[in-house]
């Protein structure tokens, strides 16, 4: 259980069904753009030791990030024991480039593989933040995966940012 608590904060990213995210503004006035967040994470004999994330679309190109794990459990749908766990993420993203920070909900379904790995796949919210993303919302998709033998771990979020 050790390793699922490393990989549930390793991978994020960012569990349970997040509910879908509603319009906040008229169709008109706001456009969405697509985003995409690679986040590269060095991790330490307690956890994450370096996190830190390049990005496209509205986003700053790059920075660190830190995770909180909300909430954890085992993901019984395929039985019990299946080496499955759904995490719920909340990660804040700080913009090198001092332009800000924006936040991100994210659940994962992350799966141990028998090679010392993990996989994890799942949904992403992004809900706003300070400076130039105050007004930020946005939703994706997470793939992620961890390798504990060379104590790297890796996520990709994707999907549409909308600003207001």
């Known amino acids: 259980m050790n390793r699922f608590r490393l990989a549930a ?35 330490g004999p307690g956890g ?11 986003l700053c190109r790059s920075g660190t990030f830190a995770d909180t794990v909300l909430a954890s459990q085992p993901d019984n749908s395929q039985g019990p024991d299946h080496g499955k ?3 719920t993420v ?15 909900l994210t659940e994962v379904h992350g799966t141990l593989g028998p090679d010392d790995t993990s996989i994890s796949t799942g949904t992403v ?16 998709t997470v793939t992620g995966g961890i390798n504990f033998a060379t104590g790297t771990a890796f996520a990709t979020d994707r999907g549409l940012v909308v600003r207001i």
């Open 125 to 140: 919210q992004l809900l706003g933040g300070t400076g130039a993303f105050t007004d930020l919302i946005g939703h994706g």
């Open 90 to 104: 909340r990660s804040v993203y700080t913009c090198a480039d001092g332009s800000g920070t924006f936040n991100a």
């Open 85 to 87: 766990l759904i995490l």
């Open 9 to 43: 904060v390793a991978l994020i990213a960012p569990l349970g069904a997040l509910a879908p995210l509603g319009a906040a503004a008229p169709a008109q006035a706001a456009e969405q753009m697509p985003f995409t967040i690679s986040e590269q994470i060095t991790l």
């Open 48 to 58: 994450p030791v370096l996190e830190t994330f390049t990005a496209t679309g509205p």
